[in-house]
Each structure stands twice: as C-alpha cells, then as structure tokens.
C-alpha cells in the first residue's frame, strides 16, 4: 500500500510540475507573440528605410535578451520539477 501511495505521489508531483512548464511556456508564448505584433505595427508606421532597419535591430536585441531570459527561467522551472520529482517523500 505505501508503495502505491509513493507512486501516486510522485505521479502528482510529476504532473504539478509539467504543469507549471506548460503554463510557463504558454505565457512566454504570449509574450513573444505579442512583440511580434508591437513590431510589425511600428513597421507599418515607419517613415524610411532608417527607421525600419532600427525598429528591426531593436527588436531583434529584444528578442534575443528575452528568449535567454526565458530559457532561464524555464531551465530553472525544469530543474526545480526534477528536484521535486525525485525528492524522497516523508
């Protein structure tokens, strides 16, 4: 019986913390998408060629500083899952 209840637990740890991957990677999602939009629509009113290609080289930096913000975040939310996943239960 304790057995079964080890499983069943860790089985739940395991769950909660695929969910909080999955949610993470939804609200990062949302994020990176909603830049994207932000960015076409500064593109839409961009004047010249200048303006265009410095809206492009800032969101290209943005973008790039905050997917490595996120793949730390998210290793971190990984990591921690894994901790909690094989942690003995008292």
Do not use: C, W
């Not at 769950?15 to 939804?26: L, M, P, T, V, Y």
């Not at 593109?43 to 010249?48: E, P, Q, R, T």
């Amino acid at each position: 019986h304790d057995t079964a209840a080890t499983i069943e637990d860790r089985g739940a740890t395991v769950r909660e913390g695929a969910k909080d991957i999955s949610s993470k990677a939804i609200t990062f999602a949302e994020k990176n998408v909603a830049a994207s939009l932000d960015y076409a629509q500064q593109l839409l009113h961009a004047k010249d060629l200048g303006e265009v290609m410095r809206l492009h080289s800032e969101y290209v930096q943005g973008q790039m500083k905050s997917l490595a913000e996120q793949a730390s975040e998210m290793g971190q939310i990984v990591s921690r899952a894994a901790m909690d996943a094989a942690k003995p239960k008292t």
